[in-house]
């Protein structure tokens, strides 16, 4: 029901935006010493759509896997890169991703888009490779106590053996933990620099519970992009206190093209009351057309961009 406007909306060429001027090395002297440059050769934003797994899991109500396979097909059709398609978790522990497998059986698997799906742990990984998943990803929190600090040895181990996967990282709480307020944004280099370490081609920094200031945003990522490449970096924004446009358009500066956002703002955070939905993909979109619609001196072309400007 709200895929419909997507498809108008051709997020094809959308994903495919050229990046503006304002973020050519030559405009960003003083930057350009401590962040490795990728403007030039990177002038494309790519987008990875995560609703239908960090978005649906936070649902109560058991949405039947048939739903989920439409949502990911559509999402699909609307021309994204990449559909996070579900996570191989115990069903013990998220009853909403126990259909995991019929999920990557129902889809209609397109062979330009990736579907990543989440592995907490060896048997998750066992069972994604088993369902034909070929892409996964891992979890490593850069605070102590809002999960292990150190990756799990024996997923790494797992990991290391699957020649041929495609592994992509998260690191969450990436500026703030809701047990351990601010994050020593060395201590998300750290987490960083040990998933890079283990072959991941991506990480994704998130902004977990949504707390992320632009200032403090554009800080870790030149902290972490002393360790990882900001090329392999992206950005995961939760949209608490609704700063995270600003935060995705502050990661655009430090040099980040991959961004997270999930259909519908679908999402939120079960450890931390009060946290939001992540960024919609609509919005991210809306807001870098927007921003390129300025930069060419005329409105956007997008009727949802449009639309979500009239109410702002
Ligand atoms: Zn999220």
């Known amino acids: 029901m709200f895929l419909n406007p997507l498809s108008t909306f051709s997020l ?5 935006f050229r990046l503006p001027r304002a973020f050519s090395t030559t405009r960003r002297v003083s930057k350009a010493k401590t962040l490795p440059s990728a403007d030039a050769s990177r002038p494309f934003v790519k987008i990875v759509e995560v609703g239908p797994r960090d978005g649906l899991q936070n649902e109560k109500t058991l949405i039947p896997a048939a739903v989920k396979i439409s949502l990911i097909n559509q999402l ?5 890169p990449v559909v996070e398609a579900t996570s191989f978790v115990s069903p013990k522990w998220v009853p909403q991703m126990g259909d995991a497998k019929q999920v990557m059986a129902g889809i209609t698997r397109s062979p330009n888009v990736s579907y990543p799906v989440l592995t907490p742990n060896t048997k998750g990984l066992e069972a994604a490779i088993a369902a034909g998943a070929e892409e996964v990803a ?3 929190a850069a605070s102590e106590s ?3 600090k150190n990756i799990n040895c024996s997923i790494a181990e797992s990991i290391q053996e699957q020649a041929g996967l495609r592994v992509r990282g998260y690191v969450s709480c990436v500026v703030g933990c809701p047990y351990e307020g601010k994050i020593d944004p060395q201590a998300v280099a750290d987490v960083a620099g040990r998933l890079a370490a283990l072959g991941c081609y991506e990480i994704s920094l998130g902004d977990t519970i949504g707390v992320g200031r632009p200032s403090e945003i554009r800080a870790m990522i030149e902290a972490v992009s002393k360790t990882v490449p900001v090329e392999k970096l992206a950005i ?7 700063q995270a446009l600003a935060n995705i358009y502050a990661s655009l500066e430090a040099g980040i093209r991959v961004v997270d956002s999930s ?9 931390a009351k009060g946290a ?14 927007q921003w390129i619609s300025n930069e060419l001196g005329r409105p956007t072309g997008s009727r949802v961009g449009r639309a979500l400007l009239a109410k702002k």
């Not at 259909?263 to 450890?271: E, I």
């Open 76 to 80: 699909t059709d609307a021309g994204l």
């Open 236 to 242: 995961h924004c939760h949209d608490t206190y609704g």
């Open 138 to 140: 891992i979890f490593g």
């Open 12 to 16: 094809r060429s959308s994903l495919r």
């Open 146 to 148: 809002f999960s292990q």
């Open 276 to 289: 939001t939905g992540n960024v919609a993909t609509e919005d991210v979109l809306a807001g870098i057309g």
């Open 263 to 271: 259909v519908a703002g679908l999402g939120g955070c079960p450890y």
